[in-house]
């Protein structure tokens, strides 16, 4: 059994949150709690083992600190640093109903801990008012929502930032995935504007993976500048044929995309960012497709929670591991130096981890 804890800015309805997704001003953060039978499987997933239970919800039309939340935030870092685990926050993507953002905060954290690092992860799920439904207008509403959730999740961080301190500083992560890049963006860009900026070492690891962000979103006053400014290491991963952010997004927006292209400018990247590219790793995995997955999903978009190479990199990075120092990994001017065509400047390359063949299935996708 599995505990998420949830902070959310979609409207209470009953049984749950959302849609319809409203957000703005006015706007209430509600936060609580569920169980789940999580699934270190990603072609099974968990599930619901209890009601949500909601605890409490503040207002956002005000100024000034929201003592509940932070009350509620300081129990939740408390009970994980007694029961020996590291808080983690996480930020999901496009096209997710409350109840799957929940399950899928389970269960990225159970594929994480069933890697070979020793991993104990508190999930922490801030899930903003995204509409499941693969259409290029909900993709453009789920991105206005993203966008229209940047002070609600800066009152989140802010929040976050006090508790954390209350509890004397514990070692934190962070984790967003594809449109919740941009929700971080946006968010990190409107905290920045507030008093009270949390501190530079609020994360020890803030890692952003298959990012739907433009490609200067992590230069100065773009909003993961800041991030990485209350970071110790922020990693932005990269995959060149990721199709989701590559086509789908980039067709759409008419502009490339963090996640496929990253970074615009490797040279206005603050100082302690590493663009990680896993192109390769997930280029060579073998493991099947599960009945119901497409490969340009699962494989292509998902990887951060589907592909062992990934994991294990993840892994690495997640219990501390200092970016240039981790195994598999090698500079781009050395893989350069073997041959390998294509290599972008100042990447780190993930290599592949050697797994035997297996039939591909390759089914019409579940869910993006």
Known sequence: MRTVSFITNRPA????????????T??????????????????????????????????????GSDPALVAFLTRILTEAVQAGRTPIVLVHGYSYAFPEAIVRAADV??????????????????????????TPDNYLADRSRAEASANAFSRFILAYAAAWQTCRQPRSLYLAHSMGTWVTQTGMRALASMSGTPPATLFEQAVVI???????AAEPGQGLDQLARVAEWLTIGVNRTDFATG??????????????????????????????????????????IPPGETTWNFKLHQYYRTIPAVRDDLGAILSGGAPDDIDNRIASDALKQSGTPGVRPGRLYVQPNQVDPAPDLDIPERRG
């Open 210 to 216: 298959g990012g739907d962000a433009d490609t200067n």
């Open 247 to 288: 086509v789908t997004s980039a067709d759409i927006l008419k502009r490339p995309r963090l996640g496929s292209s990253g970074p615009a400018s490797i040279v206005r990247l603050p100082d302690n960012a590493r663009i990680v590219d896993y192109t390769l790793a997930i280029a060579a995995d073998q493991n099947p």
């Open 13 to 24: 309805m009953t049984g749950g949150f959302g849609p319809p997704p409203p957000c703005g």
């Open 26 to 63: 006015p706007e209430m953060l509600s936060f609580g709690a569920a169980s789940l039978l999580a699934s270190a499987d990603p072609a099974k997933p968990g599930q619901l083992a209890a009601p949500i239970a909601t605890i409490g919800a503040v207002g956002c039309s005000t100024p």
């Open 109 to 134: 954290c159970a594929w994480l801990e069933a890697g070979d690092f020793p991993l104990a992860l508190a999930p922490i799920v801030f899930t903003w008012p995204s509409v499941n439904g693969l």
